[in-house]
């Protein structure tokens, strides 16, 4: 069964060519939907034998839905120029292990990575995403930030995708405070409100989960950062939108 891979991509020069020639391995075509990078990432993904189509950032999810045409193939493998397959996944998808099942998409776990570090904990492990579906009956959904994929028939899996997201935690937290600009836009949108209490009640809460439920307090001074990250990613996001209440964003 012959395999698409999809990349959505922006100023993403340091990984994208690796991200590339990995998926060729695997697909028979790669396409990558990239939002006018100032960088060379256009470049490189070309080089290292990508199909390269231009696009303004319409959001995750829309920007995943509109590079789908552009796939000659049903079964799409949709990562991140910043995601590689581990070698369980490389295998699973190798050998056809999908076909003929009467699934229609596939969760992956993410190892999340701090430069070379393994996060494996405080919620960012097991991080179940969908990275591979057939097109014909699941797309991505229209969020705007950390989109899913909508399937009639989605499996969980043991195979892992590898994530080298960040490269500091000065990274992290830039790239979290975008996240949550995003999501409160997209909240806002929606019509949903938030209240006085709404950051603090969220941020508390997430997070206890992060360190309590999650075991962020096993890991020393690691789990507490990472716990509070998750809680900051809260907080910030129904603070922004008790802001967005108050003084409407501007639209383009």
Same mark, same amino acid.
């Given at each position: ?108 776990? =993410? =190892? ?36 899913? =994929? ?103």
């Amino acid at each position: 069964m012959k395999i698409s891979g999809l990349i959505i991509a922006f100023n993403e020069e340091k990984s994208v060519y690796n991200c590339v020639e990995a998926m060729l391995r695997m697909c028979e075509e790669v396409i990558v939907i990239d939002s006018f990078s100032g960088d060379n990432t256009v470049a490189l993904a070309q080089k290292a034998g990508a199909k390269v189509i231009q696009q303004e950032f319409l959001g995750d999810g829309p920007q995943r839905s509109f590079g789908l045409p552009f796939c000659k193939n049903n079964w799409i493998l949709n990562l991140d120029a910043d995601e590689f397959l581990e070698q369980d996944a490389f295998q699973f998808l190798k050998e056809g292990q999908f076909v003929n099942q009467p699934y229609d998409a596939y969760n992956f776990k =993410i =190892i999340n990575h701090l430069g070379q570090k393994r996060i494996k904990h405080s919620g960012w492990y097991p991080d179940y995403t969908c990275r591979f579906f057939n097109k014909k009956s699941a797309k991505p959904s229209s969020s705007k930030v950390h989109q899913r =994929i909508e399937a009639k028939n989605i499996k969980n899996t043991n195979y892992h995708i590898l994530h080298y997201g960040w490269a500091s935690y000065a990274h992290i937290i830039a790239k979290k405070n975008q996240y949550t600009t995003w999501q409160a836009e997209q909240l806002f949108e929606q019509g949903k409100g938030a209240h006085f209490l709404s950051p603090i009640t969220h941020g508390l809460t997430a997070f206890f989960k992060a360190y309590i439920l999650k075991k962020g307090i096993l890991y020393g001074i690691e789990g507490l950062s990472f716990s509070l990250i998750q809680s900051f990613f809260s907080y910030t996001k129904y603070l922004k939108l008790l802001q967005m209440q108050h003084e409407p964003p501007h639209h383009k």
